[in-house]
């Protein structure tokens, strides 16, 4: 029996007892909020010290009002680092393993762009990162974007000619016409995944022990978060039907019919960056649980509230996949906790304020030390106002009874308590010496080789434990969600438009959301990339100690197929963009219709021809294109170099089998084949070369720039010392 729409209402009036049981739970919701309050407070304390905000924790009252960014400078490293380790240099940043042993390149490569075009480095794990150094939590909540241009393309058409014009004219060859210039406008949707990164007090998940949003789930709890809208947008979801027409306009009249609200943390944000936040906005919540619906059993819903028991909106949630699309996990997982602590609290949120103390009286103790103290006798220096301190001044006292002295130089000892307060800052928070440019070694001596390499240590160890946390609990599962989402709501003509073959091989590899987890397994690929940067070079290595006992396998009833090797090998070092191009699989060298070729040609886009196509099929329908086509147009030039290409393979193929016949005929004479070949009249027997005239291998060859050195190639997957040279 089909479900309910996705898109239809699930509760009925107020009266009904499902309405009843949805507003016990958002009830909770508030209960829940109410009871993180003071979470949300310490975070807001926490974004304060981040951004060198003077707020009432200094107690220091004097004249100076510093603020020594240490926790600014140690989250912003933490940043840094970890962003470098989860997108490494080569710009291959996912993996995938099928249930068949293929992988699907052209699904990867989709969602290597998916990457790019949604700016998920620099716009938005960037920020998740630095949420996590701040609030202990990360959220990122998945969604699909999908909006529409209207663009306007000049066309020229070449002129024609009615029948009564062609009798007028003594011949249609004297007529001469301008081409005719057209403006055709077109709708162009642009649709991609999107992802938002969520702040912490914004989150509530119940009940607050559970292992895992899925968890909280199964356990009967909900997840909520707090959406902010402006009128405009409340106005849109209402006439987008997202909302109902009654409580949204009820909403929009009352506006501040909200519970106890939780302090904003993107308001205090704004202000942070000098912009002041009128704050015009609706405040909302939206709720996943799973609820009993009649006819159906349980299923996962999504409700959007107004606050108090003005429900907007409670449906069926609209993803097929039927997942929850808020990732939130833990930065460090405490057992019967489901949000974790933020790294600034235990210590060292205090360890900055004492520090902005001792910076503060510092100043002002360089400020006072740099006046001169002047100490004389007023009964033998009457005239004290004339001591003035100014260029050429005058001073009418005796010399001897005046003398000159220092205050002390505090400031100095201020300094030294300072450096001890940042190491131990740092050391809290994980910097270790390879983020900051600072040395470990002795003072004025350089580091050595053995220093050297345990920073390099302690640096792999301490990233590669905070971004495998990222890796675990949030961007792999957002692939798997990019997977679903494309499979439900990706335009394939869409598609094909932005990315030409890439988009025509992605739609032929499209896998139902079911089976995504089942055939296919999407992974982030960019601490393991990095970890494992000398396993590549001990595979290559290995592959050519096991082509020596390629006969002994074969007697033991084993095969060594080097080609997932070497098609792993050519992604991670090209990407998958360029590695499938690289080594092909000839069994993904499908012929493609040669009507879609056309479409893509006419829209501009290149076409590869293909060695199983049928080349005359594919010459006869592209010359009728050609023909239509503006001569000297750049589609025109594409299709006549497309059809280049299928006349160039069908000469190749007939050199190839004009060849063949010909050494079948040479053989059936048995004149041998021509010199050289099997059978040849030259050389060794069977045209083999004869003895000692086999040219030497060649001396091998240097590895590339950047190779590692065997002596100093650690063991794949250890972190050990490598050797002096």
């Known amino acids: 029996m089909p479900d309910r729409r996705r898109d239809a209402e699930i509760l009925g009036r107020k009266t009904s007892k499902q309405y009843e049981d949805m507003c016990k739970v958002f009830h909770r919701v508030e209960e829940g909020f109410r009871n993180q309050g003071s979470r949300a407070d310490s975070i807001q304390d926490y974004w304060a010290i981040y951004n060198c905000e003077v707020d009432g924790n200094n107690y220091y009252n004097g004249n100076s009002d510093l603020y020594v960014p240490i926790v600014h400078v140690a989250i912003e490293a933490r940043k840094t680092r970890n962003l470098n380790r989860l997108f490494p240099q080569s710009g291959r940043y996912i993996d995938a393993t099928g249930s068949d042993g293929e992988i699907p390149a052209e699904i990867v490569a989709l969602l290597e762009d998916y990457v790019r075009v949604t700016k998920l480095r620099t716009q938005h794990i ?53 081409p005719i210039e057209k403006m055709h406008e077109e709708e162009v949707f ?48 209402i006439d987008e039907g997202e909302v109902r027409r009654g409580p949204g306009e009820e909403l929009l009249e009352i506006r501040s019919r909200v519970f106890e609200n939780p302090r904003s943390i993107e308001k205090d944000l704004i202000d942070a960056a ?29 409700s959007i509230w107004g606050g108090y028991d003005l429900v907007l909106s409670c449906r069926r949630i609209r993803y097929w996949n039927d997942k929850c699309p808020l990732l939130s996990v833990p930065q460090n997982k405490i057992a019967g906790a489901f949000k974790g602590v933020s790294p600034i609290k235990p210590g060292v949120a205090s360890l900055q304020y004492y520090a902005n103390q001792i910076a503060q009286q510092a100043a002002d103790s360089a400020t006072y030390s740099m006046l001169p103290i002047v100490m004389t006798d007023p009964a033998k220096n009457p005239r004290t106002a004339t001591m003035i301190l100014n260029l050429g001044a005058v001073w009418e006292i005796d010399p001897n009874s005046t003398k000159f002295a220092e205050f002390p130089k505090l400031w100095q000892d201020g300094v030294q308590i300072l450096q001890s307060i940042t190491a131990q800052i740092l050391q809290s928070l994980g910097v270790n010496p390879a983020m900051l440019p600072q040395s470990t070694g002795r003072p004025g001596a350089k580091r050595n080789q053995a220093e050297v390499a345990l920073e390099q240590q302690v640096d792999v160890l301490t990233t590669d434990e905070l971004c495998s946390v990222v890796e675990e ?72 100690v096991y082509k020596g006992f390629e006969q002994a396998l074969g007697k033991a009833g084993y095969m060594l197929d080097p080609a997932p090797l070497l098609v792993h090998s050519a992604g991670n070092v090209f990407g998958w963009r360029e590695g499938h191009l690289i080594i092909r699989d000839m069994r993904s060298q499908l012929a493609m219709d040669p009507n879609t070729e056309n479409e893509m040609l006419a829209m501009g886009q290149k076409a590869v021809v293909h060695p199983l196509d049928n ?24 299709t006549q170099l497309h059809i280049n290409f299928h006349q160039r393979f069908m000469a190749e193929q007939a050199a190839q089998m004009a060849q063949q016949q010909m050494m079948q005929q040479m053989q059936a004479a048995g004149g041998g084949g021509p010199p050289g070949a099997p059978g040849g009249g030259q050389g060794g027997g069977g045209g083999a070369p004869a003895p000692g005239g086999a040219a030497p291998p060649p001396n091998p060859l240097r590895g590339p720039p950047g190779m590692i050195h065997p002596d100093q190639m650690p063991r794949a997957g250890a ?7």
């Open 473 to 544: 609990g949030v961007l792999t599962p957002m692939l798997g969600l990019w997977v679903d989402y494309d499979h439900q709501f990706r335009d394939d003509e869409t598609t094909v438009r932005m990315y030409g073959e890439l988009g025509h091989l992605a739609k032929m590899e499209k896998v139902p959301p079911l089976q995504s987890t089942n055939r296919y397994h999407f992974t982030w690929f960019g601490v393991e990339q990095a970890r494992n940067a000398a396993q590549v070079q001990q595979q290559i290595a290995a592959l050519n």
């Open 615 to 638: 080349h005359p099929e594919h010459i006869q329908a592209h010359s009728q294109l050609l023909q239509a086509l503006d001569s000297g147009s750049p589609e025109h030039m594409n």
């Open 190 to 237: 642009d649709q991609h995944p999107s992802v938002e990164v969520l702040h912490d007090s914004d989150v509530l998940v119940l009940p607050q022990n559970s292992q895992s949003v899925d968890d909280a789930l199964r356990r009967g709890g909900s997840v909520t978060v707090i959406r902010r809208w402006t009128k405009e947008q409340l106005e849109e979801m």
């Open 126 to 178: 960037a920020g998740l990162l630095r949420n996590g150094d701040i609030e202990g939590h990360y959220n990122l909540l998945v969604d699909w974007d999908r909006s529409s241009r209207h663009i306007v393309s000049r066309e020229t058409a070449p002129p024609t000619l009615s029948l009564r014009g062609m009798m007028r004219s003594v011949s249609a060859l004297d007529v001469t016409r301008e």
């Open 274 to 302: 000098g912009i002041k936040d009128s704050g015009q906005t609706i405040q909302g919540y939206v709720t996943w649980c799973l609820r009993d619906i009649p006819g159906e059993g349980k299923r996962l819903t999504e």
């Open 719 to 725: 972190a050990v010392m490598p050797r002096k040279m």
